[in-house]
């Protein structure tokens, strides 16, 4: 509709209070029906979707009362490794098969095309890696040093941009004007996004891969040890008993 937020967030709505259970709400923009063709999610809508849903899960299942213990409470750089943390189930085949099927016939998507798919996965992996590393050192670098008006900002970005993305940036763009992340509670902490990814690259891959994706006991040990805290204690403590050890970038790298 018309004036709608264009981009996918989760808001928390109620807090868990003696018997109020916690509450919270996703919006997302996904694709409408189209005349009599249902709403049909790509592969990116379902990514998508599951990376809300895990900051969902995350507020839900905090187990302290009212604000002890929040999602919001938790590290800023800490907040996205739920989220993508289950990005991860959208690259399995043996979910995709499940999550697949053709509208009209009912048919799973086929192998060699669940095959294609995730082998695409890391196209152009290094480029988009790249911008995150640039906004990340865009946004610390105006909120340690700010520039003092509009054009040394468009400065900096004409500097940044081919120096770490390794594109030149077209005459007068400038993220800045839609860089909605720069001015909420990510400021100065948009590097989260990529740290982030990698302690849940670690996690994933040395619990679930291992023991299995669809594992309720490795499953119940992340709720228990990583969810359920929310904001209480350590977030490194926590990742190294789920882990059974510290946190290292290796699966991280891997999975690119």
């Keep these: 509709r018309d004036g709608k937020y264009t981009h996918a967030a989760i808001f928390h709505l109620l807090k868990k209070h003696d018997n109020q259970v ?60 739920p989220s993508q943390m289950l990005e991860n189930w959208c690259w399995k085949s043996e979910v995709l098969s499940k999550l697949s099927k053709h509208y009209k016939t009912g048919e799973t998507l086929p192998k060699e095309l669940l095959d294609k798919l995730i082998a695409a996965k890391n196209v152009n992996v290094a480029l988009s890696t790249l911008r995150q590393v640039l906004l990340a050192t865009l946004d610390i670098t105006i909120h340690t040093n700010p520039p003092g008006n509009a054009q040394e900002l468009q400065e900096l970005y004409d500097r940044l941009k081919p120096e770490i993305s390794l594109i030149e940036n077209p005459e007068n763009c400038n993220i800045l004007r839609s860089f909605g992340h720069l001015m909420n509670q990510y400021a100065a902490a948009y590097y989260g996004y990529l740290w982030s990814e990698v302690l849940s690259a670690d996690m994933f891959h040395t619990r679930f891969e291992k023991e299995g994706i669809f594992n309720s ?40």
């Design 22 to 81: 916690p509450t919270d709400c996703m919006l997302t923009n996904l694709p409408a029906p189209l005349g009599d063709q249902p709403a049909l999610l790509t592969h990116d809508d379902v990514v998508t979707f599951f990376h809300e849903f895990g900051h969902i899960m995350h507020a839900l299942c905090g187990e302290g009362e009212a604000n002890n213990t929040h999602l919001a409470k938790c590290p800023r750089d800490f907040v996205e490794a």
């Design 217 to 256: 006991n490795t499953g119940m040990d992340y709720r228990n040890i990583i969810l359920a805290p929310g904001g209480v204690g350590s977030i490194m403590e926590h990742v190294t008993k789920f882990l059974g050890r510290p946190p290292k970038q290796d699966h991280f790298l891997q999975s690119r």
